[in-house]
């Protein structure tokens, strides 16, 4: 069964620091998302994108947070300078069109220093 | 997406009880999906439920959404160590389906 990858499953970086979470969605998949999840707390919804280019975003998505589909399979997430409250779960996420379901990537561990 | 109350938050059973978790929203819903994770793992599409009244049966997992489309549950019958785990009513909208996830409802299961 297909499934959404992610790479690395844990990245340990220091404050300040740029770091790129990468995602491979399902091929035939149309929409991405970027949540986060901090410890304990509730998964959070950062960005949606579609046809190349982001289709909505949430407050927490500011101007150190990008999104980029570099080529037809993977979809990254940078988070240009990185703070201690960026520790979290990184969860990739995809959806073919007219399919509310979402398939999760098994997620990126971020940990900031 | 819409926001969704779930309860109760946290559930402990013993193996072979059964389970429910209750979702209410003060406004209609178009559609309600249901999410199970895992201890460390990434949440799971279970179902998606859209019609008014709807029952959905997988396996000793009852999901059911209201005649108005304001309340979910999801039912385990006979409930297993393998069903450990937080269960998510989300809430999904907007043109992007974006997912809202709430607090969920954790599982555990006494062997």
């Known amino acids: 069964e297909p499934e959404v990858t992610q790479t690395p499953s844990h990245q340990v970086t220091q404050m300040g620091q740029e770091v790129i979470l990468r995602c491979v969605p399902i091929?035939?998949?149309?929409?991405f998302y970027w949540y986060r999840q901090i410890l304990g707390q509730k998964v959070e919804f950062l960005v949606s994108?579609?046809?190349?280019?982001?289709?909505?975003k949430s407050e927490i998505f500011d101007d150190q947070f990008s999104v980029e589909r570099p080529d037809g399979s993977n979809f990254t997430l940078k988070i240009r300078s990185t703070k201690l409250e960026d520790s979290a779960m990184y969860f990739c996420?995809?959806?073919?069109?007219?399919?509310?379901?979402?398939?999760f990537g098994p997620g990126t561990r971020l940990t900031v220093t | 997406g819409q926001q969704v109350m779930q309860i109760p938050q946290y559930q402990h059973v013993q193996e072979g009880e059964d389970f429910t978790t209750y979702c209410n929203s003060s406004t209609t819903l178009s559609n309600i999906q249901w999410y199970k994770q895992r201890p460390g793992g990434h949440p799971v599409f279970l179902i998606q439920?859209?019609?008014?009244?709807e029952v959905k049966k997988q396996k000793r997992l009852t999901f059911q959404f209201g005649e108005a489309k304001k309340n979910s549950s999801l039912h385990i019958t006979a409930t297993q160590t393998t069903d450990v785990g937080t269960y998510f009513c989300v809430g999904s909208g907007g043109s992007n389906y974006k997912l809202t996830f709430g607090k969920g409802t954790l599982l555990t299961v006494n062997p």
């Open positions: 996420a995809s959806r073919t069109s007219g399919n509310y379901e979402q398939y």
């Open positions: 994108f579609y046809n190349n280019e982001i289709s909505e």
């Open positions: 439920l859209v019609k008014s009244g």
């Open positions: 091929s035939n998949h149309l929409y």
